[in-house]
C-alpha cells in the first residue's frame, strides 16, 4: 500500500508536489477516484494518493469575469444541477449520462478530462465551449486551452508538480442566440462507456444567421477531436434553412481527420459512419 495524504490547505497540496513521493514514483492526485480504483480492482493499490477532495477553493461552480469557472472538485450531479445557461446544455445533458446516479454525485468533471480517456464523455462539449484548463504549481499559474491539455490516451500536460484547480469557459459572442447539445451512442442509454459522441454549438444572431458553430467528436480518436472545416462551412449560413437541408451541409470530408479504431464496441468503419449521423443530428438540433 502506497502512501496517503489528505491536505486541507491548496498550498500544502502544491508543497507535497514540489517533493518526492514517498514511492519515488510521483504523487497520484485524487477526487472523485471513480475510474482509478476499478481500473486496479485485483493489482496491489502501490500508488502514492494525494487525496484532495479536502481543499475547500477547489469546489463550487460560479461566475466568474468573462465566463464563469468550474472548480476541481465540482461533480457531475453539480453541473447538471447548477442552473447554467443554455451555453451549457450540452455539457449538462452528457453529466446525466456518465455512469449512474452514483458515479455522477462522485466523479468530478474535471478528473474527467485528467483522466484522458479517449472516450470521456466530458471532452467534446467542453472541446466545443473553448474551455481552459488552469494548472497551479508553488511556482505559478498558467492557462492551457482543453485541447492542448489532452495530448493523447491517457497523456495530459500536467508537470508532477503541477495541481489542476479548474476549468474556465468563457463566453459566448454578445447579442447572439446560442444553442447546444450532446449526442451520444452505446450499446445501451446508460452506463455505457461511448461508441461515438458529438458536441454542438451554435452562436444566431438577430436575423437568424450562424454566427459561429463549434462541433466537436469523441471516442473516434485518440483524443476528442473539433470539426474545423464543418465549423467554418456552417459559419454565415442562415440556420433554419441549413438545419432543413443538414445533409447537403455535413460531409464526411469534415470527418476525415477523425482516427476511430476497432474494438468490442464497434468497428472503425462503424464509428465513422455513427459519427456522422451523430453530427448531421446535432447541427440539426442546435439550428432547428
Known amino acids: 500500500m502506497g502512501a496517503y495524504l489528505r491536505p486541507a490547505q491548496l498550498g500544502d497540496a502544491l508543497g507535497a508536489l514540489a517533493g518526492p513521493a ?15 480504483y476499478p481500473s486496479r480492482v485485483g493489482r496491489p493499490l502501490v500508488d502514492d494518493v494525494l487525496d484532495v ?13 468573462g465566463g464563469w469557472r468550474i472548480g476541481a ?3 457531475w450531479a453539480e453541473l447538471a444541477e447548477a442552473g447554467l445557461p443554455a451555453l451549457f ?15 455522477q454525485a462522485r466523479g468530478t468533471v474535471v478528473g474527467n478530462v485528467c ?20 494548472v497551479a504549481s508553488r511556482t505559478g499559474a498558467r492557462i492551457v486551452p482543453v485541447g492542448s491539455f489532452v495530448l493523447g490516451n491517457r497523456r495530459i500536460a500536467r508537470g508532477p508538480d503541477e495541481l489542476v484547480t479548474g476549468l474556465f469557459v468563457p463566453e459566448p459572442l454578445p447579442d ?12 445501451r442509454a446508460y452506463l455505457v462507456i461511448s461508441i461515438a459522441m458529438v458536441a454542438a454549438i451554435a452562436e444566431i444572431d438577430a436575423a437568424g444567421a450562424i454566427v459561429r458553430a463549434r462541433v466537436a ?4 480518436s485518440e483524443v476528442a477531436q473539433r470539426l474545423p472545416g464543418l465549423e467554418a462551412a456552417l459559419a454565415g449560413l442562415p440556420a433554419a434553412a441549413t438545419a432543413a437541408s443538414v445533409e447537403a451541409h455535413v460531409h464526411p470530408e469534415h470527418l476525415e481527420h477523425l482516427r476511430p479504431i ?27
Open 22 to 36: 514517498p514511492g519515488g514514483a510521483g504523487w497520484t492526485v485524487l477526487a472523485g477516484a471513480t475510474d482509478h
Open 53 to 65: 477532495t479536502a481543499i475547500g477553493r477547489l469546489r463550487g461552480i460560479e461566475a466568474a469575469p
Open 73 to 75: 472538485l465540482a461533480t
Open 89 to 103: 446544455d450540452g455539457l449538462r445533458a452528457a453529466a446525466l449520462t456518465i455512469g449512474g446516479k452514483q458515479i
Open 115 to 134: 483522466n484522458a480517456s479517449p472516450a470521456a464523455d466530458g471532452m467534446p462539449n467542453l472541446l466545443a465551449l473553448d474551455a481552459q484548463v488552469e
Open 176 to 187: 447572439t442566440t446560442v444553442r447546444s447539445t450532446f449526442e451520444k451512442l452505446g450499446s
Open 217 to 220: 467528436v469523441g471516442a473516434c
Open 262 to 288: 476497432d474494438d468490442v464496441r464497434g468497428s472503425a468503419a462503424y464509428r465513422r459512419e455513427a459519427a456522422l449521423e451523430l453530427v448531421r443530428r446535432a447541427v440539426a438540433e442546435v439550428l432547428a
